[in-house]
């Protein structure tokens, strides 16, 4: 144990769950303890990530993931459910964090930032959690640690890895400057107004302007022929063998048992964290014999079908399988028959298939499917005779987006060159990062490349707002006294610094993985 620390020994008791303190470490969430001081270790049995030359162990990923899914859990107050943690992409999250604090670490030898014992003291003495009355408390510092089994060592190198990635991160940040051009920039966002005058155009606009000749049309058609194409169909026979009919007759160990629980370890999450297998054991075990049948019925599918592909009669391989085959009428992929609403893998595996050709196994939530192609149409282009109505509808549609944006640019180098042209005006706006112009509407495009220009001048291009083009000038700009930005030069810039370095942080970690070579094990933030 440190020294300092026996040095500051105290008498307390308190209970504090191990949870505070892995949430003290905000910075640094993904922090794998009980590593060593090399905190990112080779891989037991399979890799979450590979950088480079080293590996994220599949333990350290599953430690990381955990850990979030209880800050989250401790935010929210309840279970997270599955939508909610498929929005937030909580196991990519974790892998992240693990892959960037590898990367800083690794960075931090480069730079030559090492951290001393002293340091590692004070980072630990200043946690609310050891302290009594405000004072570092040695007993209760040990009996936290016991409590949730932990050593010292193991401790303290965590807590080596926090502090040394904290170092680094700042180094970052304090290279980050706000100069004056930055200041002077996000003071004339902050205070001056500008007016724009503008000319705009919708396909709305011109398409009575549209024109199209039965020449036109064949062109356009020969151009797009998937949008008139008629869908490809298919129908089917088909045996759909049911997992639940085998389960009855299916057995797993008490090995079987154990290993389902850890490999769907996330699954037994309660309202305090994964529950041990004895309170689940029931549920997994009926889980682990669900997968197993599954398994089983697929197996004797694949060899049934593989032992009789050749004769291509679907008849044989129900008979011996005991099951009845079922038909469909033809049908496309985007309107399947009635039976088969929702299997999308066996209507992609349907439309695969030759005439006449036997196909599968195909395993749904349904069951597994063996499939034979009794019928195919293929995709085909009707005749422009056939279809004119639709054809000429979607190329005046083509046509006038065309024209509308070619008379935009036509308008923009009008207001570039300041010629005679009628205008709208805005009225005089602020700068806004939603980009909100009055009239205009919603365009953080326009906002960004107005507030960059003095009167009278305007962008090269035009800018699509909805379906409507805009050709923009400034018409008038409002500046803020010059005077007023001297006094409150510094004061702007200290504002504008957390986030200069944040930026900075973010180049920084972003270089980092350009630099280096990152392969991840997809296989474990896929959500299934």
Do not use: C, H
């Not at 937030?88 to 090492?114: P, W, Y």
């Not at 951290?115 to 009355?133: G, R």
């Not at 026979?237 to 629980?261: C, K, M, N, R, W």
């Amino acid at each position: 144990m440190l020294s300092i620390m026996r040095k500051q020994k105290e008498s307390i008791v308190i209970k504090v769950v191990f949870v505070i303190i892995v949430l003290s470490f905000v910075g640094t969430i993904f922090l794998v303890w009980g590593k060593g001081s090399d905190g990112f270790g080779g891989a037991k049995g399979g890799y979450a990530a590979k950088v480079d030359r080293t590996s994220i162990s599949l333990e350290e990923f599953q430690s990381a993931y955990q850990r979030i899914r209880n800050m989250y859990q401790q935010i929210y107050g309840q279970s997270i459910p599955p939508e909610m943690e498929k929005m937030l992409g909580l196991k990519k999250v974790a892998l992240d964090g693990l892959i960037d604090n590898l990367l800083a670490k690794k960075e931090a030898k480069t730079l030559g930032i090492k951290v001393s014992k002293e340091e590692i003291s004070t980072s630990i003495e200043a946690m609310s959690m050891f302290q009594v009355d405000g004072k570092f408390s040695f007993d209760q510092y040990q009996q936290i640690l016991k409590s949730n089994r932990m050593t010292a060592n193991d401790f303290e190198a965590g807590q080596e890895t926090e502090v040394l990635l904290k170092k680094v991160r700042q180094s970052i940040k304090d290279k980050a400057v706000v100069s004056d051009a930055d200041a002077l920039t996000q003071y004339k966002r902050d205070n001056d107004k500008i007016e724009l005058e503008y000319v705009a155009y919708s396909p709305a606009d011109v398409a009575g302007e549209v024109k199209l000749s039965d020449a036109d049309l064949t062109d356009f058609l020969q151009k797009n022929p998937d949008q008139f194409k008629t869908a490809e169909k298919v129908a089917l026979s088909y045996i759909l063998l049911d997992p639940a009919s085998q389960a009855g007759q299916t057995t797993v160990s008490e090995e079987e048992i154990q290993t389902f629980y850890s490999k769907n370890i996330d699954r037994w999450q309660g309202k305090d964290g994964i529950k041990p297998l004895s309170e689940v054991k029931e549920k997994v075990k009926a889980e682990a014999v669900k997968q197993k049948s599954a398994k089983q019925l697929f197996e004797l599918a694949a060899d049934t079908l593989y032992k009789n592909i050749k004769s291509g009669d679907l008849n044989l391989i129900a008979g011996a399988l005991k099951q009845k085959v079922q038909d469909t009428p033809l049908f496309a992929a985007a309107a399947p028959a009635a039976s088969l609403v929702g299997e999308a893998a066996v209507i992609k595996k349907a439309l695969e298939l030759k005439q006449g050709e036997l196909g599968g196994p195909v395993e749904t939530a349904k069951g597994i499917y063996i499939l034979k192609a009794k019928e195919r149409k293929v995709a085909a282009v009707p005749a422009l005779a056939e279809i004119k109505g639709a054809v000429e509808e979607k190329a005046k549609a083509a046509k006038a987006i065309e024209l509308a944006k070619k008379k935009s640019e036509d308008a923009a180098k009008q207001l570039s060159t300041n010629a005679a042209i009628k205008t709208q005006t805005t009225g005089s706006f602020s700068y806004s990062a939603k980009g909100d112009i009055p009239v205009i509407g919603a365009s953080p495009e326009i906002v960004e490349a107005a507030f960059k220009l003095t009167t009278a001048q305007s962008p090269a291009t035009p800018f699509k707002v909805g379906n409507r083009w805009y050709a923009v000038r400034v018409k008038s700009r409002t500046e803020a006294p010059k005077a007023q930005f001297e006094s409150t030069k510094e004061e702007l810039k200290k504002k504008m610094l957390p986030k200069k370095q944040e930026d900075a942080l973010t180049e920084w970690a972003k270089s980092l993985r350009e630099k280096s070579k990152i392969e991840i094990n997809q296989a474990l933030i896929t959500d299934k």
